[in-house]
């Protein structure tokens, strides 16, 4: 999907396809693989797109869920309006990448790492914990989700990441959307 937008000199790039949910059985290592793949600085992404190949300043991935229904995944990049081909092949080329190979050590330190520092967050006010505990006993989860999926999180592998990454990437699957200056 293309939007002309003349008065630019970079493309804003969009790539992505519906998400999971929060309740799906591998939804802690979609949580570590989506912070390998592009939810970090350090990530797959960021080191491919723009490190690597210089081809965006800002690059990110991101895979949203929800309880009752699915969340969506996406990918973003900004670049110049001559390179918006190539990093969209940089960008699918590192989603299907992480069906494939698992990752380093350092990586999952990295996802993992990404939401543990965050955990303590959820604890920070007391309207957070008592909107959390409603939401879980109207969906009928356990008080304790967040617990259980810190542990979990925590429990995660390199092979449980790309069984994620192969259960729930679909790049044969993938929208794209650039908003740009067609002639460049």
Do not use: W
Request: charged share 25%; hydrophobic share 35%; glycine share 8%.
């Amino acid at each position: 999907h293309y939007v002309e937008k003349n008065d630019i000199n970079q493309s804003k790039i969009y790539i992505g396809h519906i998400g999971g949910l929060q309740i799906d059985t591998d939804y802690p290592d979609v949580i570590v693989m989506n912070t390998i793949l592009g939810g970090a600085f350090g990530s797959r992404l960021f080191n491919s797109v723009r490190s690597r190949e210089g081809l965006a300043y800002a690059v990110f991935g991101v895979y949203t869920a929800n309880v009752n229904y699915p969340g969506i995944f996406y990918n973003f990049a900004s670049t110049k309006s001559e390179t918006t081909a190539k990093a969209i092949r940089e960008i699918i080329k590192e989603v299907k990448r992480m069906q494939t190979d698992p990752p380093t050590p350092e990586e999952m330190k990295l996802g993992k790492d990404g939401y543990l520092n965050s955990f303590v967050f959820q604890f920070d006010a007391k309207s957070k914990v008592i909107n959390r505990l409603l939401n879980y006993d109207f969906y009928g989860l356990p008080a304790d989700f967040n617990v259980r999926l810190k542990d979990r999180i925590e429990q995660c592998t390199p092979e449980a990441v790309n069984a994620a990454a192969k259960n729930r990437l679909h790049p044969d699957a993938l929208q794209i959307l650039v908003v740009g200056k067609g002639k460049d």
